[in-house]
């Protein structure tokens, strides 16, 4: 005889979820990364899912695929709101339906107004919708500057750098390899590899030469380069390593974030890495166009040399940009800090 169904635990379904949509991101563009998983009706995962590259199924359609007619009946537990339009794809709404999924958890509503309404379209249809859970995590994790961009119509800037305690990026003669550990270098290029595009300013080329690529722990390149984009009106030697063909390169001359902001949008870049240095960084955080912080800070003083960030537009106390700590690990010996504005006001 058959045991009998056990109703499966919707976070741990929705864990699963995001795992797979974090696996997807930076592939899916202009669609969002998103991730499914699909339980029988006896409880048991038996199908999984993530959104393929441009004009490839969304997660719903490739966890239905494996789930086959064990779906009819069954659960769908997926990271945002199937959509209920019909773009490259069909609507996912329209296919969980088809298939007989008797239950729909989606973490994240839509907010898009072309792909939103699937929860609308799979209740008139007798599926019951439920909003939840991890909505908080799914929205932090991998739909982040997705979600950003469909919200408030610009890419989603996280500003990326290593310092000493002291807050130095280098010494007094501009030396600054390595401040930080080699696994925050390696926590570096793993970030590297699922941003669309990666911005630093021209004095950093000139004064470090950097490659800006993302490299695997071997040293070898990544399949999936980002943009590199440099900022600023000096001029740069061909010779530079930004230059060379490990990876595309644009130049965007001044100092305007958002003028460098709506020229990645319209190149489909919507998550955003600044690397540096001080003078970009402090243009970005001005500007109110820096959403994320990610630092890395290694047990070191160095009393001398620049600082991680140069002119916040801060003159007095009370002006100072306030942040909120979102996560706090270690990444060999240094201490990684995650931090978003702690007031909508500071996001533009």
Known sequence: MSP??????????MRDAIALSEAARGTTHPNPPVGAVVCDARGAVVGQGATEPPGGPH?????????????HGGTAFVTLEPCAHHGRTPPCAQALIEAGIAQVHYAVADPS???GGGAAALADAGV??????LTAEVER??????LHYVRTGRPHVTWKFASTLDGRVAAADGTSRWISSA????????LRAKVDAIVVGTATVLADDPQLTARLEDGTPHPRQPLRVVVGDRDIPA???????????????????GEVLAQLAERGALDVLLEGGPQVAGAFVRAGMVDRIIGYLAPALLGAGPWALEDAGVSTITEMHRWEFEEVTMTGGDVRVTAVPSSPRLQR
């Open 128 to 133: 019951k919708t439920t909003l939840g859970p």
């Open 141 to 146: 994790g991998p739909l982040r500057a997705w």
């Open 239 to 257: 010779s530079a390593r930004i230059l060379d063909d490990a990876a595309e390169t644009m130049r965007v001359r001044g100092h305007d974030p």
């Open 59 to 71: 997660a719903e359609v490739m966890a239905l695929r494996q789930a086959g007619a064990w779906s």
């Open 4 to 13: 009998p169904p056990s109703a499966p635990d919707p976070a741990r379904m």
């Open 113 to 115: 107004e072309l792909a």
């Open 183 to 190: 696994a925050s270098r390696a926590d570096t290029h793993e």
